[in-house]
């Protein structure tokens, strides 16, 4: 079993902060179907249409009958363990600083053989085990074997923990505590072993709902900041930004109608300056210290959380400007991500369907609870993925702008 | 039925040559391959000019290839050849000169491999080696071959029943016969203990199974024996040789090379058995792989590897003399040049002409090539038997 994390000790401020160095990070372009999957959390293999070989690593033709009808489908990464070793040297600094390093030979039961890193509860080849597709620090996808049942604190293992972005035992800011996402965010970051979680609320003469309940939970401080206002967010960075492990930005301003149903552009501009500019600013107040701190120790700075919205890849005309102040956040969401990667700080997007909140009212059911959106949150933290569709709906928006983005655009236009 | 293989009687192996071997050099692969040239035109007393064929191996001529490297070195061939197969390279050099001077495309054809070793030569080789290596293997830490060939050691130790002390008492067998030689950069003899007791590097692997990378060059020129005769050079002859890539894809690790595959047909060429061989050189990066030669190429069986090393003694004056000159386990590891160790030493064995310890009666040797782990296996496999030239 792995050793459950013991509660961090504090920093010793004579030490020198390690600097973040990344595993290798090149890829030949077909190599990135990989990555792709591993965004999304799932391993997925090139399989041929044409004779139904499956292959790994990647390639631009079958192997087998050199077609090149080849398409990435999922597997379920059960194997077998053929051989191990334990690297202790290695010529590049990121494993060097993480040596000894355990990896595998896996036997994939669909085929292929593999090279993976090896979860330390693996038992000695041979043995079975499951092959996962994560993304490690440089955004990449690698494969990880992990044992075929789940062993006691499996995600504390030390080379497990180096792709997640495990809650546990990290300090926590949330934007905005003061909706019912927000709240059902801190509650579960709370329950998933968070340290610290520092809760941000713009109008602190202000009382809002569920404002006691959120006091009571141990690891919550509320924290004014307003996202708008370039000062309030600077001088929050200034006081807690280098302890920030994970940022998760829940602020969000979200009104009804697109362009014909309402007059001039002041709820347009509320929501660019919550939506786009409260991440513009929160962006270059806390990126530059998290990028700092992304090798620091075992509770590093690890992630960057962005709640965008599915309306955010293609415009939901009912929700018009909102849809389009998404839309830029996800660009820049896209920004954040590259100037992050050099420092190994996942950039989350989660791309949810409408929430269940009053803004939402007029929306026919399926609506994702504020709880389900949380759980999302939290899982997207702890398997280290990068892209999440949280919900039905989202999933279905997502399958439509995959399958024929202009169909689904159509298809809008219509509701 | 495949058509019978034309031999090799008309070829000779002349005028092996070494560029001394450094840990670091501020020297280019060029300069490296110069010197080997003119260690053989030395060698040959012959004019540069005559040289009309010429074959390089490198990891470090980029971004040349053996195009450019004509006009740097002032050749003007009728006959181009670049092998970039690492470890397999001087088998598959000396089978396309072999068939060059025979048909007559080339009189005198130059073999060489030649690499550079700068402090960081060895980590820019591993992270651009292959497309399969950057994108499956280098992104996991593996130290360049080190994990890939643990991999391999942790399967046929299991598989096999082969431990460590095996692997050892070739390492230190072959330390003993590059004392003698003078180009090994492992001066002192290694004992059993301080093999076993090493530092990991990947486990199991410790520090004395890995070949140290270094910077030198090897060569041979090939031409027809009676070109040989007339320029009065001792030389070996080819009895028989193979050549096989990506010999056994279907494997889920490797535990045999190409060799099992072709086998037959080298010895059926060749005319002799394994029975007949009064000397071996391995491709040696690793003790496994040297296992896996010896079961290839018949002198044993598959899995009988361990029981062989533990009934043979492997010096130059033992039972079974592999790898005469210390292998690259002791002598270093020159990139490509690698090899061309073992045929280099081959020749000089067969021609009576050691730099070091000799084989006692040396007739007939036989080399082996393995070479690029371009993702979890080496690909390339090639061997060659040589014959002392008894005409000469």
Redesign the interface.
């Known amino acids: 079993m792995s050793n459950p994390a013991p509660r961090p000790k504090r920093k010793n401020p004579i030490l020198r902060t390690r600097l973040p160095t990344l595993p290798p990070h090149a890829r030949s372009r077909v190599a990135l179907g990989l990555t792709a999957a591993a965004a999304l959390g799932r391993l997925e293999l090139q399989r041929c249409r044409n004779c139904g070989a499956i292959q790994y690593p990647p390639r631009e033709t079958c192997h087998i009958c050199l077609s090149d009808r080849l398409v990435w489908e999922p597997q379920d990464g059960s194997g077998e363990l053929v051989s191990e070793t334990v690297v202790h040297i290695s010529q590049e600094l990121f494993f060097r600083e993480r040596a000894p390093w355990r990896l595998g030979l896996v036997r994939l039961d669909c085929g292929p053989s593999v090279i993976a890193h090896l979860h330390g509860d693996c038992a000695a080849p041979p043995t079975r085990l499951r092959v996962l597709n994560c993304l490690d620090r440089a955004g990449q996808a690698v494969l990880v074997a992990i044992p075929e049942k789940e062993t006691p604190n499996m995600a504390e293992d030390r080379q497990l923990r180096e792709m997640s972005c495990d809650p546990r035992n990290r300090k926590i800011l949330v934007t905005d505590g003061k909706t019912a996402v927000g709240q059902a965010i801190v509650a579960q970051l709370a329950a998933a072993g968070a340290e610290i979680i520092w809760v941000g609320y713009a109008e602190p003469w202000k009382k809002f709902p569920g404002f006691e309940r959120i006091k009571t939970i141990p690891q919550v401080t509320l924290m004014p900041l307003d996202v708008t206002d370039s000062v309030s967010v600077k001088e929050l960075a200034g006081e807690i930004g280098v302890k920030v492990d994970i940022l998760v930005n829940t602020a969000e301003h979200h009104r009804a109608f697109g362009i014909a149903a309402r007059a001039g552009t002041e709820v347009a501009r509320a929501e660019m300056e919550v939506n786009y500019l409260g991440l513009l600013r929160l962006a270059q107040e806390f990126g530059p210290v998290m990028r700092a701190r992304g090798a620091d120790g075992r509770n590093n700075a690890v992630a960057w959380v962005n709640l965008l919205s599915i309306f955010a890849l293609a415009n939901y005309p009912p929700h018009g400007t909102f849809s389009a102040s998404k839309a830029a956040a996800h660009s820049l969401a896209q920004c954040l991500r590259a100037e992050m990667l050099p420092s190994g700080i996942r950039v989350v997007n989660l791309y949810p369907g409408p929430v269940d909140d009053e803004w939402n009212q007029l929306i026919l059911p399926p609506k994702l609870a504020p709880a389900a959106l949380a759980a999302a949150v939290v899982k997207a933290l702890q398997d280290g993925v990068e892209d999440v569709y949280p919900g039905d709906i989202a999933q279905d928006w997502l399958a439509r702008w995959r399958d024929n983005p202009k169909a689904l655009e159509r298809e809008l236009a219509q509701s | 039925m495949a058509a019978a293989r034309a031999s090799y009687d008309e070829v000779a192996l002349a005028v092996p040559v070494t560029v001394p071997y450094v840990r670091y050099s501020i020297r280019s692969a060029h300069w490296f391959a110069g010197r080997a040239l003119a260690l053989m035109i030395e060698g040959a007393g012959i004019d540069k000019a005559r040289i009309d064929g010429l074959c390089i191996s490198s990891f470090t001529l980029a971004p040349d290839t053996a195009v450019g490297l004509t006009q740097h070195l002032g050749l003007s061939p009728r006959w181009l050849d670049h092998i970039p197969m690492g470890g397999a390279s001087g088998i598959v050099a000396l089978r396309r000169a072999a068939r060059a001077v025979q048909c007559g495309d080339a009189e005198i054809v130059a073999c060489l491999a030649a690499d550079a070793n700068h402090p960081d030569t060895?980590?820019l080789n591993?992270?651009n080696f292959s497309?399969?290596a950057?994108?499956?293997?280098?992104?996991?830490?593996?130290?360049?071959a080190?994990?890939?060939f643990?991999?391999?050691t942790?399967?046929y130790m299991?598989r096999y029943g082969a431990r460590r002390e095996d692997f050892g008492k070739l390492c230190v067998a072959q330390r003993q016969n590059a004392l003698r030689y003078p180009y090994a950069l492992f001066k002192k003899p290694l004992t059993l203990e301080e093999y076993l007791s090493a530092?990991?590097?990947?486990?199991?692997?410790r520090l004395f199974d890995c070949v140290m990378p270094c910077a030198g060059a090897e060569g041979l020129l090939v031409m027809r024996r009676d070109t040989a005769a007339a320029l009065r050079l001792p030389h070996a002859r080819i009895l028989g040789t193979i050549e096989r890539h990506n010999g056994f894809?279907a494997d889920?690790?490797q535990f045999r090379g190409g060799w099992a595959r072709d086998r037959d047909d080298l010895y059926a060429q060749a005319g002799i058995g394994p029975e007949d061989i009064d000397f071996v050189e391995t491709y040696d990066d690793y003790p496994v792989i040297n296992l896996m030669q010896i079961e290839d190429l018949g002198f044993c069986g598959k899995g009988e590897g361990p029981e062989f090393v533990r009934a043979h003694e492997f010096t130059v004056a033992g039972s079974f003399p592999l790898n005469t000159s210390g292998g690259q386990l002791s002598v270093g590891q020159a990139g490509a040049a690698g090899g061309f160790l073992g045929l280099v030493e081959a020749v000089r064995q067969l021609t009576g002409k050691p730099l070091g310890a000799a084989v006692p009666e040396a007739a007939f040797g036989l080399v082996s090539g393995f070479g690029m782990i371009n993702?979890?296996r080496g690909l390339c496999s090639g061997a060659a038997v040589l014959a002392r030239d008894e005409a000469a």
Do not use: H
């Open positions: 060895f980590r591993l992270s497309q399969f950057q994108d499956a293997v280098y992104p996991y830490g593996a130290g360049g080190n994990a890939s643990a991999l391999l942790d399967y299991r530092r990991p590097i990947a486990e199991p692997l894809p889920p690790i993702y979890d």
